[in-house]
């Protein structure tokens, strides 16, 4: 089992930057896959990024990528999101999720997730 807990959201004015943390529990946090999801109002959960277990590789969606960047500290079982020259529609719910995957933007195939952090970019 892993336990995800999902912190670093708010408020952020267009333009500005946010940092978002997911801790891990348990002792297995590199032998997953990491990734970021979100979910704005209205509209379907949707990947923005995902790293691999040893943090080598890093994808994103073509919406957020020269923007965000994902990186993992496997010794803190955390995960970061930072978010740089957020715009409005970058406003939803994130979520980070662990799993091994063979599809990294697939958020069926990930087994375990947060709770979720609001994040809200005003104009």
């Known amino acids: 089992q892993v336990q995800l807990i999902e912190s670093g959201g708010g408020l952020v004015q267009a333009g500005g930057s946010l940092r978002l943390s997911c801790a891990a529990s348990?002792?297995?946090?590199?032998?997953?896959?990491m990734g970021w999801f979100r979910q704005a109002p209205g509209k379907e959960r949707e990947f923005v990024a995902a790293i691999s277990r040893g943090g080598g590789s890093t994808y994103y969606a073509d919406s957020v990528r020269g923007r965000f960047t994902i990186s993992r500290d496997n010794a803190k079982n955390t995960v970061y999101l930072q978010m740089n020259s957020l715009k409005p529609e970058d406003t939803a719910v994130y979520y980070c999720?662990?799993?091994?995957?063979?599809?990294?933007?697939?958020?069926?195939?990930?087994?375990?997730w947060g709770q979720g952090t609001q994040v809200t970019v005003s104009s």
């Open positions: 999720a662990a799993g091994v995957v063979a599809s990294r933007d697939n958020s069926e195939e990930y087994n375990y």
């Open positions: 348990g002792r297995t946090f590199s032998s997953y896959y």
